[in-house]
């Protein structure tokens, strides 16, 4: 009886811990999230600020060469923000199937 007390406890104690760190990755998930948003906005904004350019063509060309290295740094951070979400989900998804799984052999 009291071994089988002690491994309940243990399990208690286990699943605790786990649903703990699930927390954790979810605030850092919706951290990641909130500062998602928070580029989203500002990038809009950068996108708003550029305007239509009028010139000849080595000044056309300048500013398409600028806008693209733009375009190229948008999308990288963009892909880096999403990766780290991403990365952040597969823990949080991992660990409440642990936990799920754990829990029903109880």
Sequence with gaps: MNRRWDELLRGMVERQRQLENALLRLGQFQHALAELLIWIDKTDGTLDELKPVAGDP?????ELAKLKVTISLL?????????YMLLILKFIVRHFFVIYFSTSSL
């Design 75 to 83: 999308l990288c951070e963009f892909e880096v923000k999403l990766l």
């Design 58 to 62: 080595q000044v056309l060309e300048v």
